[in-house]
């Protein structure tokens, strides 16, 4: 079956392309890329994109799933589901399921649930260390071979530096970046907002800005003397850019991602004490928000995530205290990116879709990102003048918890195509 | 929400806003609106003594006490304050209730509205719960006490025993001695002092202070001697014990040397300043037992000041508007 995106304005920042084009898909690849035109026979499908842009599918490599462990927040397809309506098309799942993704049968288990069926592409990064407890090393080469395509233990930092530093050697000869970064435990402890004026303000405790540059500045030296290829996940300080700023000037492999979340909001979301505004790193000042923006507009930057962890209604139903940190993401990522960030003129269309889909694809070797002939066809049509308000009540998956419920956006994914076929379309899952 | 309670704005520099449903703190609240409440307390304190009642303007409301946090002073003087109004009193704490069963805080609140409750008077150890009920629920909630965030009764109390005392609260010096980032008590005053135009000090070890640039027109001391000399008022705040089990002070005696309003330090005070202590005391730690009894402390009258507040506070929050005279 044949099938057309007709008269939108594709967008691709692999090979920088920005021109009026139909977009044929065909055998679930793009097949060719060809001025706007009468092609094709009465029994092609025809996906209408005018007005809109058609970009590739979206690349998330910060997601979270709830299953196995905690299918009660989302299950993997569920998640799948939140990503088709989201626009995402590769996203990539971090080990801290329960149990942890520490062994080869797990990352198996996790593509297996996935199922490969041509949807959403589900890549899995594995844990450092052995039940992600810091102890000792999991066995990283294995992993690798099962198809992890990094490692990390997400919010859980490996604080043994020498154990860090013996993870990140051993990640470099396995040609697989380290996910590094994180909050110090100390200097976080006990902590739910970002310290300063509004944790006063609020009475919340907080977690110091420098909770996150202490450990961003060990993991750039560590990368320094292991040549690890490290990634530092969902930086959200100054100080860590700064400090970033230097290793890149170094000259050292090491690369940046930042949540959407912090791209749009600041720590005022607390105001009201909502839990879904609790995040991990917390939600920081209105400088570093624009900083952030910056440093991803200059390309310190390189990507964007969702960070999506699903919660169960009944855990954020109550205090911010009980609450655990995170919220969902993977529904407005595209939104936030391509939309938001380009109407307020902190990022060109190409940067922005360069954000969400080359950059972080290249970043981990991922075969997405890009429309040339021949690619997989994960292709998201988005309309960028479309208003709409953030009702997460009315999401047909995935989890609801999002600190921008209620919030107008302007841009959204109006059709999903995933492995050639279209998996929604106008807010309907299909496919 | 309509609780009128949340802003961005800063509490000094405008009129604020007056009430909602709800008193969730004094943060963003405007002068007029504390003002309102001093004075129908200054209305009530011949009635907060008096054992026959004439005036019962909550005969027939239920004002529910659920407290999450163990309080004998701030319950009881609810307690006494809703009698006093004639209102009907349920008092819930967290070890006989449902929560020990696992239910939700804001599923009790909801419980207690379908039960019929006209008021929820709510202590909870996490910031914003109050904030958070006060969402979900019709009824209206008072704030007794979340977390590290707000204490406004006590806060209006502590205004209301300056007010009183001092004759007047613009340009009155007040400084707060202690534990000022986990005290509810020190925020509620700080937002209420502000919006009235009196002037808040901090003076405590650094590891229990804010930074001085994320708390704007504040004074801060380092030395207890220099914040006296400064003050009008000095409401010495309770410091909790375990602070030095998690690190934030070598030892309780070197914080009563450093910070505590000691005998001696009693000896120096000018005869006019004000001494204030939210309770419970931990005398020989922040306090001395001379200071209890010497003829500046207000702190006996603190205590019995806080029936009238609580008192204009549920009779205001009730709908009952302005005593009539």
Redo the contacts between chains.
Sequence with gaps: MRLWVRGGRVLDAATGLDAQLDVLIEDGRVARLSAPGPYGSASDEVVDARGCWVVPGLVDLCVHCGQPGHERRETLAEMVQAACWGGVTTLVIMPDTEPPVDSPAMVEQLHALAGRDGRVQVHVAAALTRGRQGQELAGMGGLARAGAVAFTDDDRPVMDSALMRHAMAYAAQLQRPVLGGGLDPGLSRGGLVRE??V???????GIPAEAESVLAARDLELARLTGCTLHLARVSTLRTLELLAEARRRGLPVSASVSAHHLLLTW?AL???DPSAKLWPPLGSPEDREGLRRALAEGLVDCVVSDHRALAP?EV??????CPFGAAGLQTLAACVLGEMVHEGALEPLQAVRAVTWAPARLLGLPAGTLQEGARADVVVFDPARRWVVEPTTWPAGGRNSPLAGRPMRGQVVATIAGGRLVMRDGQLCG | ?GNGM???EDPAAGAGRGWGKDLLGL?GVGREAILQVLHQAQAMLPLATEKRRRWEPLRGRVVVNLFYEPSTRTRISFELAARALGADVVNVTTAQSSVVKGE???DTARTLQALGADLVVLR??????P??VA?AVRVGVVNAG?????HPTQGLLDLFTIWQLKGRLEGVRVVLVGDI?HS?VA?SNLWGLSAVGAQVGFCGPATLL??P???PGVRFFSRLEDALEWADVVNMLRLQRERQVHGYLPALGEYRQRFGLTAQRLRRLRPDVLVMHPGPANVGVEIDEEVLADPRSAISRQVSFGVAVRMAVLSLWCGQGELSR
Excluded: I, K
């Design positions: 300063g004026a944790s006063f303000r609020l009475g919340l405790p005022e105001e009201g004490y009944e139903q109550g205090d911010l205290a009980s | 929400m949340q802003s961005n943060r939700s805080l804001v909870h150890p996490a910031s914003g719960a904030h958070r969402q979340d977390g590290t965030n707000e980032l509810r925020r804010p930074r640039q994320d708390v």
